[in-house]
Protein backbone atom coordinates (compact mmCIF):
# COMPACT_ATOMS: atom_id res chain seq x y z
CA UNK A 1 0.00 0.00 0.00
CA UNK A 2 2.86 2.65 0.58
CA UNK A 3 5.21 1.23 -2.27
CA UNK A 4 7.37 4.07 -2.59
CA UNK A 5 7.62 4.96 1.85
CA UNK A 6 8.51 1.23 2.02
CA UNK A 7 11.27 1.58 -0.80
CA UNK A 8 12.69 4.43 0.88
CA UNK A 9 13.11 2.61 4.63
CA UNK A 10 14.56 -0.07 2.79
CA UNK A 11 17.22 1.74 0.42
CA UNK A 12 20.54 1.78 2.78
CA UNK A 13 21.06 5.02 4.25
CA UNK A 14 23.76 6.91 2.29
CA UNK B 1 18.23 10.55 35.00
CA UNK B 2 14.28 10.57 35.19
CA UNK B 3 12.87 6.94 34.48
CA UNK B 4 16.55 5.06 34.83
CA UNK B 5 17.31 7.01 31.92
CA UNK B 6 20.97 7.65 32.75
CA UNK B 7 22.55 11.37 31.49
CA UNK B 8 25.11 9.31 29.54
CA UNK B 9 22.01 7.45 27.34
CA UNK B 10 20.33 10.99 27.04
CA UNK B 11 23.48 12.74 26.39
CA UNK B 12 24.12 10.06 23.43
CA UNK B 13 20.33 10.27 21.96
CA UNK B 14 20.04 13.94 21.62
CA UNK B 15 24.07 14.04 19.67
CA UNK B 16 22.67 11.08 17.47
CA UNK B 17 19.42 13.12 16.69
CA UNK B 18 20.97 16.55 16.47
CA UNK B 19 23.67 14.49 13.80
CA UNK B 20 20.36 13.30 11.86
CA UNK B 21 19.12 16.57 11.67
CA UNK B 22 22.45 18.55 10.71
CA UNK B 23 22.67 15.38 8.09
CA UNK B 24 19.44 15.81 6.57
CA UNK B 25 18.85 19.37 6.20
CA UNK B 26 18.09 20.70 3.07
CA UNK B 27 19.91 23.84 4.05
CA UNK B 28 22.42 24.28 6.44
CA UNK B 29 22.46 27.52 8.98
CA UNK B 30 25.10 29.33 6.91
CA UNK B 31 23.32 28.74 3.95
CA UNK B 32 20.00 29.97 4.88
CA UNK B 33 21.96 33.00 6.72
CA UNK B 34 23.26 33.70 3.50
CA UNK B 35 20.00 33.83 1.56
CA UNK B 36 18.10 35.45 4.15
CA UNK B 37 17.93 39.18 3.11
CA UNK B 38 17.70 37.75 -0.76
CA UNK B 39 13.91 38.84 -1.93
CA UNK B 40 11.65 37.85 -4.82
CA UNK B 41 11.29 41.06 -6.49
CA UNK B 42 7.93 42.40 -7.05
CA UNK B 43 7.63 41.22 -10.55
CA UNK B 44 8.89 37.78 -9.44
CA UNK B 45 5.72 37.86 -7.01
CA UNK B 46 3.42 39.36 -9.66
CA UNK B 47 4.78 35.84 -11.92
CA UNK B 48 4.36 33.38 -8.86
CA UNK B 49 0.56 35.18 -8.40
CA UNK B 50 -0.56 34.71 -12.53
CA UNK B 51 0.39 31.34 -12.42
CA UNK B 52 -2.24 29.09 -13.49
CA UNK B 53 -3.24 26.71 -10.05
CA UNK B 54 -3.00 23.71 -10.64
CA UNK B 55 0.68 25.09 -12.08
CA UNK B 56 1.27 26.23 -8.49
CA UNK B 57 -0.28 23.42 -6.40
CA UNK B 58 2.07 21.05 -8.52
CA UNK B 59 5.43 23.16 -8.14
CA UNK B 60 4.41 23.25 -3.83
CA UNK B 61 3.55 19.58 -4.10
CA UNK B 62 7.02 18.70 -5.54
CA UNK B 63 8.53 20.92 -3.10
CA UNK B 64 7.10 19.63 -0.21
CA UNK B 65 7.62 15.91 -1.87
CA UNK B 66 11.12 16.90 -1.90
CA UNK B 67 11.64 18.04 2.43
CA UNK B 68 9.77 15.06 3.02
CA UNK B 69 12.32 12.55 1.50
CA UNK B 70 14.86 14.31 3.72
CA UNK B 71 12.74 14.22 6.76
CA UNK B 72 12.87 9.97 5.88
CA UNK B 73 16.25 10.05 5.71
CA UNK B 74 16.08 12.25 9.47
CA UNK B 75 13.98 9.51 10.46
CA UNK B 76 16.08 6.16 9.59
CA UNK B 77 19.33 8.30 11.49
CA UNK B 78 16.96 8.13 14.78
CA UNK B 79 18.59 5.68 16.84
CA UNK B 80 15.64 3.09 17.68
CA UNK B 81 13.66 4.23 14.37
CA UNK B 82 14.73 1.00 12.40
CA UNK B 83 14.21 -0.98 15.11
CA UNK B 84 9.96 -0.55 15.31
CA UNK B 85 8.67 -2.63 13.31
CA UNK B 86 7.32 -1.65 9.99
CA UNK B 87 4.27 -1.34 10.06
CA UNK B 88 5.33 1.69 12.85
CA UNK B 89 7.63 3.08 10.71
CA UNK B 90 5.58 3.47 7.86
CA UNK B 91 2.41 4.84 10.20
CA UNK B 92 4.59 7.33 11.71
CA UNK B 93 6.34 8.82 9.11
CA UNK B 94 2.62 9.01 6.85
CA UNK B 95 1.58 11.04 9.85
CA UNK B 96 4.39 13.48 10.87
CA UNK B 97 6.52 13.50 8.19
CA UNK B 98 4.07 17.39 6.89
CA UNK B 99 4.23 18.34 10.89
CA UNK B 100 8.41 17.41 10.49
CA UNK B 101 8.47 19.48 7.41
CA UNK B 102 6.74 22.42 8.71
CA UNK B 103 8.68 22.25 12.03
CA UNK B 104 11.84 22.71 9.87
CA UNK B 105 10.09 25.71 7.87
CA UNK B 106 10.70 27.51 10.76
CA UNK B 107 14.65 27.34 9.92
CA UNK B 108 13.96 29.02 6.55
CA UNK B 109 11.48 32.05 7.77
CA UNK B 110 12.71 35.20 8.25
CA UNK B 111 10.01 36.58 11.10
CA UNK B 112 11.97 40.39 10.31
CA UNK B 113 9.86 40.58 6.94
CA UNK B 114 7.12 37.32 7.38
CA UNK B 115 8.82 35.97 4.27
CA UNK B 116 9.94 32.25 3.46
CA UNK B 117 12.46 30.74 1.54
CA UNK B 118 10.86 29.26 -1.90
CA UNK B 119 12.35 28.51 -5.37
CA UNK B 120 15.84 30.47 -4.29
CA UNK B 121 14.72 33.09 -2.46
CA UNK B 122 12.44 34.59 0.23
CA UNK B 123 8.85 35.95 -0.53
CA UNK B 124 5.71 36.45 1.45
CA UNK B 125 2.27 34.86 1.63
CA UNK B 126 1.32 36.55 -1.73
CA UNK B 127 3.42 34.56 -3.22
CA UNK B 128 1.13 31.81 -2.68
CA UNK B 129 -1.98 33.59 -3.69
CA UNK B 130 -3.05 31.67 -6.83
CA UNK B 131 -3.10 28.34 -4.93
CA UNK B 132 -6.66 29.37 -3.47
CA UNK B 133 -6.40 28.57 -0.15
CA UNK B 134 -5.19 31.37 1.76
CA UNK B 135 -6.42 30.14 4.77
CA UNK B 136 -4.10 27.35 4.85
CA UNK B 137 -1.28 29.50 3.74
CA UNK B 138 -1.70 32.02 5.89
CA UNK B 139 -1.96 29.45 9.20
CA UNK B 140 1.25 28.34 8.21
CA UNK B 141 2.86 31.52 7.97
CA UNK B 142 1.65 32.60 11.62
CA UNK B 143 2.74 28.70 12.55
CA UNK B 144 6.19 29.50 11.56
CA UNK B 145 6.65 33.09 13.17
CA UNK B 146 5.09 31.56 16.78
CA UNK B 147 8.20 28.81 16.50
CA UNK B 148 10.58 31.52 14.99
CA UNK B 149 9.44 33.57 18.17
CA UNK B 150 10.88 30.60 20.57
CA UNK B 151 14.43 31.40 19.64
CA UNK B 152 15.10 27.72 19.41
CA UNK B 153 18.30 26.40 18.68
CA UNK B 154 19.38 24.00 15.51
CA UNK B 155 19.61 20.96 18.76
CA UNK B 156 16.25 22.12 20.22
CA UNK B 157 14.65 21.84 16.45
CA UNK B 158 16.25 18.21 15.86
CA UNK B 159 15.04 17.03 19.58
CA UNK B 160 11.36 18.56 18.88
CA UNK B 161 11.09 17.09 15.34
CA UNK B 162 12.40 13.50 16.43
CA UNK B 163 9.69 13.95 19.07
CA UNK B 164 6.71 15.27 16.94
CA UNK B 165 7.45 12.20 14.64
CA UNK B 166 8.07 9.58 17.06
CA UNK B 167 4.68 9.95 18.76
CA UNK B 168 2.10 7.80 20.74
CA UNK B 169 -0.91 9.97 19.51
CA UNK B 170 -1.03 8.09 16.09
CA UNK B 171 -3.68 5.82 16.08
CA UNK B 172 -3.07 2.24 14.46
CA UNK B 173 0.40 1.84 16.14
CA UNK B 174 1.41 -1.90 17.08
CA UNK B 175 4.02 -1.55 19.73
CA UNK B 176 2.92 1.43 21.19
CA UNK B 177 5.06 0.75 24.40
CA UNK B 178 8.16 0.54 21.82
CA UNK B 179 7.23 3.71 20.12
CA UNK B 180 6.93 5.82 23.92
CA UNK B 181 9.99 4.36 25.38
CA UNK B 182 11.81 6.18 22.59
CA UNK B 183 9.54 8.76 22.84
CA UNK B 184 9.90 9.75 26.66
CA UNK B 185 13.95 9.80 26.13
CA UNK B 186 13.15 12.45 23.52
CA UNK B 187 11.44 14.56 25.47
CA UNK B 188 13.67 13.97 28.68
CA UNK B 189 16.85 15.04 26.29
CA UNK B 190 14.65 17.90 24.70
CA UNK B 191 13.82 19.33 28.64
CA UNK B 192 17.33 19.00 29.60
CA UNK B 193 19.09 21.05 26.29
CA UNK B 194 16.17 23.56 26.35
CA UNK B 195 16.70 23.90 30.69
CA UNK B 196 20.15 25.11 29.49
CA UNK B 197 19.29 27.09 26.92
CA UNK B 198 16.57 29.12 28.11
CA UNK B 199 16.06 31.41 30.80
CA UNK B 200 11.84 31.00 30.37
CA UNK B 201 11.21 27.72 32.29
CA UNK B 202 8.06 27.89 29.91
CA UNK B 203 9.92 27.57 26.78
CA UNK B 204 9.14 24.00 26.73
CA UNK B 205 5.57 24.02 27.42
CA UNK B 206 5.59 26.59 24.99
CA UNK B 207 7.02 24.49 22.56
CA UNK B 208 4.63 21.65 23.30
CA UNK B 209 1.64 23.73 22.65
CA UNK B 210 2.25 24.31 19.06
CA UNK B 211 1.99 20.45 18.76
CA UNK B 212 -2.13 20.82 18.45
CA UNK B 213 -1.56 23.58 16.02
CA UNK B 214 0.57 21.55 13.46
CA UNK B 215 -1.56 18.46 13.51
CA UNK B 216 -4.64 21.20 12.95
CA UNK B 217 -2.09 22.53 9.68
CA UNK B 218 -1.97 18.99 8.22
CA UNK B 219 -5.53 18.07 8.17
CA UNK B 220 -6.58 21.66 6.70
CA UNK B 221 -3.29 20.53 4.06
CA UNK B 222 -5.82 16.92 3.45
CA UNK B 223 -8.72 19.54 3.23
CA UNK B 224 -7.38 21.96 0.79
CA UNK B 225 -5.71 19.20 -1.08
CA UNK B 226 -9.35 17.04 -1.25
CA UNK B 227 -11.14 20.26 -2.58
CA UNK B 228 -8.58 20.81 -5.56
CA UNK B 229 -8.13 17.43 -6.39
CA UNK B 230 -12.48 17.64 -7.05
CA UNK B 231 -11.63 20.32 -9.41
CA UNK B 232 -8.17 19.29 -11.15
CA UNK B 233 -8.34 15.46 -10.70
CA UNK B 234 -5.91 14.92 -13.74
CA UNK B 235 -3.53 17.20 -12.43
CA UNK B 236 -3.66 15.34 -9.06
CA UNK B 237 -3.32 11.72 -10.98
CA UNK B 238 -1.08 12.60 -13.50
CA UNK B 239 1.16 15.47 -12.44
CA UNK B 240 2.11 15.21 -8.47
CA UNK B 241 4.80 12.82 -7.66
CA UNK B 242 3.97 9.59 -6.61
CA UNK B 243 5.27 9.59 -2.85
CA UNK B 244 2.98 12.83 -2.79
CA UNK B 245 0.16 10.90 -3.46
CA UNK B 246 0.86 8.36 -1.10
CA UNK B 247 1.36 10.10 1.88
CA UNK B 248 -1.68 12.29 1.22
CA UNK B 249 -4.22 10.90 -1.19
Known amino acids: KHKILHQLLQNSTS | GPNNVSMGELDRIAQNIIKSHLETCQYTTEELQQLAWQTHSYEEVKMFQGKPRDVLWQQCAIQITHAIQYVVEFAKRISGFMELCQNDQILLLKSGCLEVVLVRMCRAFNPLNNTVLFEGKYGGMQMFKAL ?65 NHMDEDALAKLISRIPTLSALCTLHTEELQAFQQLHPETVNVLFPPLYKELFN
Open chain 2, 132 to 196: GCDDLVSAVFDFAKSLCALQLTEEEIALFSAAVLISTDRPWLMEPRKVQKLQEKIYFALQHIMQK
